[in-house]
C-alpha cells in the first residue's frame, strides 16, 4: 500500500460540468502523475507534477487542468466535461530511489452523461 | 500512435500451463520495461521490470524475455495458476520515467 487515496472513486456527471478528482498521498513523493485507462488503449498519461506547482502536460492533456499546491494532493479538473472524458482515472505516485516503479490508487470512474 | 504494442488482447490458458504475452515498441530510447497487473477494480501493480543491459529476468514464475535488436519484450509466466488471471500491461520509458507509455494490455484467464 503506497498510501495514495483517490476521490471520489465514483462519479456521474452530465455534459458541461465541471468535474474535480483527487488525489492525496501520505508519503511524501515528489512525482505524482495522472492516467485515464479506456478499452483498447491501456494507460494514458494525462499531466504529472514534480513538486508543488509544477506540473507538465502528458500524453492526452487537452481537456483536462491540473493542481498542486501541497505535496501530498494533486487535483485533476475537467472544465467542462464531455462523453469523451468517460474513462476511469488512476493516480500514481513515483517511488523513492532509480526504478522508475509507479504506484497507482485504486481509480475513480468517472462517467459523462 | 502507440508506441508500445502489445500482443495478444486476451489469453485463456490451463493451470499449469505457460502464459506469454508479447509487446514491441518503436522509440529506441526507452530505457526501461515494466510489466504490470490489474486486478479487477484495482490499479496496476509493478510484477516484474528489465532495463536493456540484460536479455532475460526471472522473478519466481515470471521471466521478462528482452530482444533489443528486434525492439521486443515478452512476459512468461510459468505454471499459470487461477490466481493470476488479470489484466497484465506491458510498458516502456525514458530517463526520469515521467512519461511511461503503455501497451492496451493483455486480459488472462487462467482455467483451474
Known amino acids: 500500500d503506497a498510501g495514495i487515496t483517490q476521490s471520489p472513486r465514483h462519479k456521474v456527471t452530465e455534459t458541461g460540468t465541471p468535474v474535480t478528482l483527487r488525489c492525496h498521498q501520505t508519503?511524501?513523493?515528489?512525482?505524482m502523475y495522472w492516467y485515464r485507462q479506456d478499452p483498447g488503449h491501456g494507460l494514458r498519461l494525462i499531466h504529472y507534477?514534480?513538486?508543488?506547482?509544477?506540473?507538465d502536460k502528458g500524453e492526452v492533456s487537452d481537456g483536462y487542468s491540473v493542481s498542486r499546491s501541497k505535496t501530498e494532493d494533486f487535483l485533476l479538473t475537467l472544465e467542462s466535461a464531455t462523453s469523451s472524458q468517460t474513462s476511469v482515472y488512476f493516480c500514481?505516485?513515483?517511488?523513492?530511489?532509480?526504478?522508475?516503479?509507479?504506484?497507482f490508487g485504486e481509480g475513480s470512474r468517472l462517467t459523462v452523461l | 500512435q502507440q508506441q508500445v504494442k502489445q500482443s495478444p488482447q486476451s489469453l485463456i490458458v490451463q493451470k499449469g500451463g505457460i502464459s506469454i504475452i508479447n509487446c514491441a515498441y518503436e522509440?529506441?530510447?526507452?530505457?526501461?520495461f515494466p510489466w504490470y497487473q490489474q486486478f479487477p477494480g484495482k490499479g496496476p501493480a509493478l510484477l516484474i521490470a528489465?532495463?536493456?543491459?540484460?536479455s532475460e529476468k526471472k522473478e519466481g514464475r515470471f521471466t521478462i524475455s528482452f530482444n533489443k535488436s528486434a525492439k521486443q519484450f515478452s512476459l512468461h509466466i510459468m505454471d499459470s495458476q487461477p490466481g493470476d488471471s488479470a489484466t497484465y500491461f506491458c510498458?516502456?520509458?525514458?530517463?526520469?520515467?515521467?512519461?511511461?507509455?503503455f501497451g492496451a494490455g493483455t486480459r488472462l484467464t487462467v482455467k483451474p
Open positions: 500514481a505516485i513515483r517511488g523513492l530511489g532509480n526504478t522508475g516503479e509507479l504506484f
Open positions: 508519503e511524501n513523493h515528489r512525482y
Open positions: 507534477s514534480y513538486g508543488v506547482k509544477d506540473t
Open positions: 522509440n529506441t530510447a526507452f530505457d526501461y
Open positions: 528489465i532495463r536493456p543491459d540484460v
Open positions: 510498458a516502456a520509458s525514458m530517463g526520469d520515467n515521467n512519461d511511461m507509455r
